[in-house]
């Protein structure tokens, strides 16, 4: 758990993106698969893409805010339906879904907009759903010091739906959980019971 400060600002590592460059290999990947880029409708793809995929790999940076426990609150706190965007490291193919973020409160409790913010830190960048999974709770767990700290993403890949086996309609999910949520039995089936995944 993080001391002193109850607030530092969150940034990605500046890995130096060149648009330039990811803009040339994106028209030569076309080229390279047979796609004609000289329509007008084609010609701007490989900027297109270049900055689609800045995007989709470059988190904002957040403000890890926290609070003192004052009122010793010492039940779960949950965000369920956290949108979830990231891209599948294996076939550089997105995948959607939803994580539901809880923990167990001890000396600090943490901005509730922060959750969400943790789960897109991690999800903007190239990722397997199950390290995902695992880095915000350890996170979580490193950066709050609560109690305990369960983590569940539920997603569609469109590396199984678009390509493959094209399995469409199937959900992948992944946990990890933390503390009292991984050794009590009592608190582990509250937080599934509470983001409704046993349903």
Not at 78 to 89: F, M, T, W
Not at 152 to 171: D, F, K, N, P, Y
């Given at each position: 758990?993080?001391?002193?400060?109850?607030?530092?600002?969150?940034?990605?590592?500046?890995?130096?993106?060149?648009?330039?460059?990811?803009?040339?290999?994106?028209?030569?990947?076309?080229?390279?698969?047979?796609?004609?880029?000289?329509?007008?409708?084609?010609?701007?793809?490989?900027?297109?893409?270049?900055?689609?995929?800045?995007?989709?790999?470059?988190?904002?940076?957040?403000?890890?805010?926290?609070?003192?426990?004052?009122?010793?609150?010492?039940?779960?706190?949950?965000?369920?339906?956290?949108?979830?965007?990231?891209?599948?490291?294996?076939?550089?193919l997105p995948f959607t879904g939803v994580a539901h973020v809880g923990y167990l409160p001890g000396?600090?409790?943490?901005?509730?907009?922060?959750?969400?913010?943790?789960?897109?830190?991690?999800?903007?960048?190239?990722?397997?759903?199950?390290?995902?999974?695992?880095?915000?709770?350890?996170?979580?767990?490193?950066?709050?010091?609560?109690?305990?700290?369960?983590?569940?993403?539920?997603?569609?890949?469109?590396?199984?739906?678009?390509?493959?086996?094209?399995?469409?309609?199937?959900?992948?999910?992944?946990?990890?959980?933390?503390?009292?949520?991984?050794?009590?039995?009592?608190?582990?089936?509250?937080?599934?019971?509470?983001?409704?995944?046993?349903?």
């Open positions: 758990m993080r001391s002193g400060s109850a607030l530092h600002v969150v940034h990605e590592p500046d890995h130096g993106i060149d648009l330039a460059a990811a803009e040339r290999a994106a028209g030569d990947f076309l080229r390279a698969l047979g796609v004609s880029i000289e329509s007008e409708s084609l010609r701007g793809t490989p900027e297109r893409m270049a900055r689609a995929y800045a995007e989709m790999f470059t988190p904002r940076p957040f403000d890890l805010t926290t609070f003192p426990n004052d009122e010793g609150y010492d039940e779960l706190v949950l965000a369920r339906d956290i949108p979830v965007r990231s891209v599948c490291e294996h076939h550089l000396e600090r409790i943490l901005g509730l907009s922060k959750l969400a913010r943790v789960v897109e830190h991690f999800a903007c960048r190239p990722q397997v759903q199950e390290r995902l999974t695992k880095q915000v709770a350890g996170w979580l767990s490193d950066q709050l010091g609560p109690k305990g700290v369960g983590v569940v993403i539920e997603a569609e890949h469109s590396c199984m739906t678009l390509r493959g086996v094209q399995a469409i309609g199937s959900t992948t999910v992944t946990s990890a959980l933390l503390g009292t949520l991984r050794e009590d039995a009592r608190s582990r089936s509250e937080f599934f019971a509470l983001t409704g995944v046993n349903k």
